[in-house]
């Protein structure tokens, strides 16, 4: 019932920049969050950003100052803008929501199919 498409990956050399989107349709009834998280090849997946509905954010430390999140609510879409891009950000980039279907239901988490970010010279 719920569709994420991601897009914005690409290469990329160090230092420079990427934007991400995430946008999310389907019969939802409460978003509660939408975050980022990565996996570089021969790692587990890791946590990169959130950002709440009271519009709260979070970030790894190995990001903090390099990356920002946001949203636009009316289009459903979170952003992921990456600067001064190091080698080790290299990974395929996940988007993640948190909500429910209906006020009675429990919260679930749905995944984007992933955008391959690859930082290289």
């Known amino acids: 019932q719920v569709q994420l498409v991601e897009s914005g990956g690409g290469l990329v050399q160090p230092g420079g920049s990427l934007r991400l989107s995430c946008a999310a349709s389907?019969?939802?009834?409460?978003?509660?969050?939408m975050g980022w998280y990565r996996q570089a090849p021969g790692k587990e997946r890791e946590f990169v950003a959130v950002?709440?509905?009271?519009?709260?954010?979070n970030y790894a430390d190995s990001v903090k100052g390099r990356f920002t999140i946001s949203r636009d609510n009316a289009k459903n879409t979170v952003y992921l803008q990456m600067n001064s891009l190091k080698l080790e950000d290299t990974a395929v980039y996940y988007c993640?929501?948190?909500?429910?279907?209906?006020?009675?239901?429990?919260?679930?988490?749905?995944w984007g199919q992933g955008t391959q970010v690859t930082v290289s010279s």
């Open positions: 993640n929501i948190r909500g429910a279907y209906s006020r009675s239901s429990s919260q679930f988490n749905h």
């Open positions: 389907g019969s939802i009834f409460r978003i509660d969050a």
């Open positions: 950002i709440t509905r009271g519009d709260t954010t």
